[in-house]
């Protein structure tokens, strides 16, 4: 159930349910929820891949903020996160005029269709998905939102007729079910779905944090120094690179007995698109603190016109609200069609125009 990067599997006409294509490239949805700030792990290992299928597929983009209040959220700041995010990907490559960038709460379908799909779907498969068990976990109180996410997530996909969908190893059980839910309608009904599949990158690399190299770079790590964030001036981006943790010795190589190096090596091969190999032969004899300061360069040459970028379009709240509209009204063109197949196949009566 994998699609690999670039699309040389599928054709514009095929997919899984024998279902009729609509769209003349491969669909693929992409959804982020407002967060906050990306960082230097987000862009290398996701947002540079998303930002490269633009040219294969048909992109929809969707910020998840019907997802986010599953758990807990401050009004303002997810509404302030939602432009932050929308800025952020347009400024690291998504590109308003290339894909249908929306907020999912613009669109109706993505609910109605969750509602249908819920229908279809056995309690116990929700109650044994491992990202409930774990969040559910962890909250006092667990509401029944948090349960039904990954019926929300299918309606996400199935509302555009994906044919791909980007996934990290915590979603994929998700997708599994969004997979089992559109065979289950197709089944119980007629071929309506195309039967989605995981997109697997090319080169999407996996940062991990500079401070301790074992875990993943990540937004909630605390140590504030272990995680780079595109928002980061250049003089932070250095300090952080400069005081990240290496490893005994002094050669510049990949290894298990040095992971903080090929971390580095990983971080500077992606930003400069250059093979580790060549980096290791470059640096030999160099010693750590040359490295340091080069990949620093390197990646403060690639980070800066994304902040800069990023710190223009964050002022003009007009312009973000203008590319939120024009991405929800190409999107709800698409989810109109799917939501009217769909209600008339499960016996709604058509509502009088
Ligand atoms: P998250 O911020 O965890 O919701 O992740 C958003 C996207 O970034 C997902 O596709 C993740 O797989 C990817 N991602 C998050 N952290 C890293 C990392 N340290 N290295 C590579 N990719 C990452």
């Given at each position: 159930m994998?699609?690999?990067?670039?699309?040389?599997?599928?054709?514009?006409?095929?997919?899984?349910?024998?279902?009729?294509?609509?769209?003349?490239?491969?669909?693929?949805?992409?959804c982020a929820q407002p967060t906050g700030r990306l960082?230097?792990?987000?862009?290398?290992?996701?947002?540079?891949?998303?930002?490269?299928?633009?040219?294969?597929?048909?992109?929809?983009?969707?910020?998840?903020?019907?997802?986010?209040?599953?758990?807990?959220?401050?009004?303002?700041e997810l509404r302030r996160n939602t432009y932050t995010c929308l800025a952020q990907y347009i400024a690291a490559g998504i590109d308003p005029e290339r894909s249908h960038i929306f907020v999912q709460s613009h669109v109706i379908g993505h609910t109605e269709l969750a509602w249908v799909l819920g229908c279809l779907c056995p309690l116990g498969q929700l109650?044994?998905?491992?990202?409930?068990?774990?969040?559910?976990?962890?909250?006092?109180?667990?509401y029944s939102g948090l349960l039904y996410y990954p019926v929300l997530m299918a309606a996400d996909i199935l509302l555009y007729n994906a044919h791909v969908v980007p996934v990290g190893e915590d979603q994929k059980q998700h997708l599994e079910l969004a997979r089992d839910l559109a065979e289950k309608f197709n089944r119980t009904f007629s071929p309506t779905f195309n039967?989605?599949?995981?997109?697997?990158?090319?080169?999407?690399?996996?940062?991990?944090?500079?401070?301790?190299?074992?875990?993943?770079?990540?937004?909630?790590?605390?140590?504030?120094?272990a995680t780079i964030y595109l928002t980061d001036t250049p003089d932070v981006v250095r300090r952080k690179i400069l005081s990240s943790v290496t490893d005994s010795?002094?050669?510049?190589?990949?290894?298990?007995?040095?992971?903080?190096?090929?971390?580095?090596?990983?971080?500077?091969?992606?930003?400069?698109?250059?093979?580790?190999?060549?980096?290791?032969?470059?640096?030999?004899?160099?010693?750590?603190?040359?490295?340091?300061?080069?990949?620093?360069?390197?990646?403060?040459?690639?980070?800066?016109?994304?902040?800069?970028?990023?710190?223009?379009?964050?002022q003009d709240t007009a312009h973000l609200d203008a590319v939120f509209k024009a991405g929800a009204d190409a999107a709800q063109k698409t989810a109109w069609k799917t939501l009217a197949k769909v209600h008339r196949k499960v016996g709604f009566v058509e509502r009088a125009r």
């Open positions: 994998t699609h690999s990067f670039p699309n040389d599997t599928m054709s514009s006409t095929t997919n899984t349910s024998g279902a009729p294509s609509t769209a003349t490239r491969p669909v693929v949805l992409t960082h230097l792990g987000n862009y290398l290992g996701a947002v540079i891949n998303w930002g490269r299928m633009q040219d294969d597929y048909e992109c929809y983009f969707g910020v998840v903020d019907q997802h986010a209040i599953t758990l807990p959220k401050v009004p303002t109650e044994r998905m491992t990202q409930f068990k774990d969040k559910a976990h962890k909250q006092e109180f667990v039967v989605p599949e995981a997109f697997i990158g090319k080169t999407g690399a996996r940062i991990m944090s500079l401070q301790n190299p074992a875990s993943k770079m990540s937004k909630s790590d605390p140590n504030t120094n010795g002094s050669e510049v190589r990949v290894g298990e007995d040095k992971p903080g190096i090929t971390n580095l090596l990983a971080i500077m091969s992606a930003v400069t698109e250059r093979e580790m190999g060549a980096l290791e032969e470059e640096f030999a004899g160099k010693g750590y603190g040359v490295f340091k300061a080069v990949v620093a360069d390197a990646v403060i040459a690639r980070l800066d016109p994304v902040r800069l970028r990023y710190e223009e379009l964050i």
